[in-house]
T-cell receptor, first 112, second 113 residues
C-alpha cells in the first residue's frame, strides 16, 4: 500500500532563517505531488505542484520554493523565513490527474 | 476562478443530533467534489467524494450529493458521535488540472455528550 511521510513534524525557526521540509511517497511510481499551507484560522492554499521530476508549478508568489530531485521526493524550501510563513504545511499525492489526493501528516512551522 | 464557500463554524451539537454542513461552489465545467476531515493535530483524510452531477458520496455514515443545479455539496450525517469532532473541508478539483484542489475555509464541528 502507499504511504506518505513528512518531516519534521514540528519546527520552530527564527525570522530570516532557511527552511527545508521534506515529503516522500512510498508504494507508487510517478505520482503528482503537492504542497499546501494552512494558516491559522484559514483554509488550505495550494503552493506548488509537480507532475514529474524537475517539473514544478507555483500557484502563489512568495519567498518559498519547491524541488523534486527524485520521483517520490518533494522538498519545500526558503532562504529566509518570514513571520507570515508560519502555518501547517501539508504534502499530498495522486497517481494521475483524475485521482483523489492523499495527504501526509503535516509539518507545523512556527516562525518567531 | 474556482471557489468553495462553507458555512462558518464552529458547529456545536449534542451526540446523536443530525448534522448538516453547507457547501457551495463556483467552477467552470464539471468539477469533482470532495469532503476532507482533519482531526486535531493531524493531516487531512478523504471522507467522501463525487465526480459527477447527482452522484452521492458516502462514508462512515456521512453523505453528500453533487447538486449541479444549486452548485452545492452539503455534508450530512443522521446521528453524530463525539468522535466526529473535527474540522471538515469541502473542496473541488476541476477536470484536467492535475487535481489541484480548491478548498473551503473549513467548518469546525464539536460534538458533546
Amino acid at each position: 500500500s502507499q504511504t506518505i511521510h513528512q518531516w519534521p513534524a514540528t519546527l520552530v525557526q527564527p525570522v530570516g532563517s532557511p527552511l527545508s521540509l521534506e515529503c516522500t511517497v512510498e508504494g507508487t511510481s510517478n505520482p503528482n505531488l503537492y504542497w499546501y499551507r494552512q494558516a491559522a484560522g484559514r483554509g488550505l492554499q495550494l503552493l506548488f505542484y509537480s507532475v514529474g521530476i524537475g517539473q514544478i508549478s507555483s500557484e502563489v508568489p512568495q519567498n518559498l520554493s519547491a524541488s523534486r530531485p527524485q520521483d517520490r521526493q518533494f522538498i519545500l524550501s526558503s532562504k529566509k523565513l518570514l513571520l507570515s510563513d508560519s502555518g501547517f504545511y501539508l504534502c499530498a499525492w495522486t497517481v494521475s490527474s483524475t485521482d483523489t489526493q492523499y495527504f501526509g501528516p503535516g509539518t507545523r512551522l512556527t516562525v518567531l | 476562478g474556482n471557489s468553495v464557500t462553507q458555512m462558518e463554524g464552529p458547529v456545536t451539537l449534542s451526540e446523536e443530533a443530525f448534522l448538516t454542513i453547507n457547501c457551495t461552489y463556483t467552477a467552470t465545467g464539471y468539477p469533482s467534489l470532495f469532503w476532507y476531515v482533519q482531526y486535531p493535530g493531524e493531516g487531512l483524510q478523504l471522507l467522501l467524494k463525487a465526480t459527477k452531477a447527482d452522484d452521492k458520496g458516502s462514508n462512515k455514515g456521512f453523505e453528500a450529493t453533487y447538486r449541479k443545479e444549486t452548485t452545492s455539496f452539503h455534508l450530512e450525517k443522521g446521528s453524530v458521535q463525539v468522535s466526529d469532532s473535527a474540522v471538515y473541508f469541502c473542496a473541488l478539483t476541476p477536470t484536467g488540472t492535475a487535481s489541484k484542489l480548491t478548498f473551503g475555509t473549513g467548518t469546525r464541528l464539536q460534538v458533546t455528550l
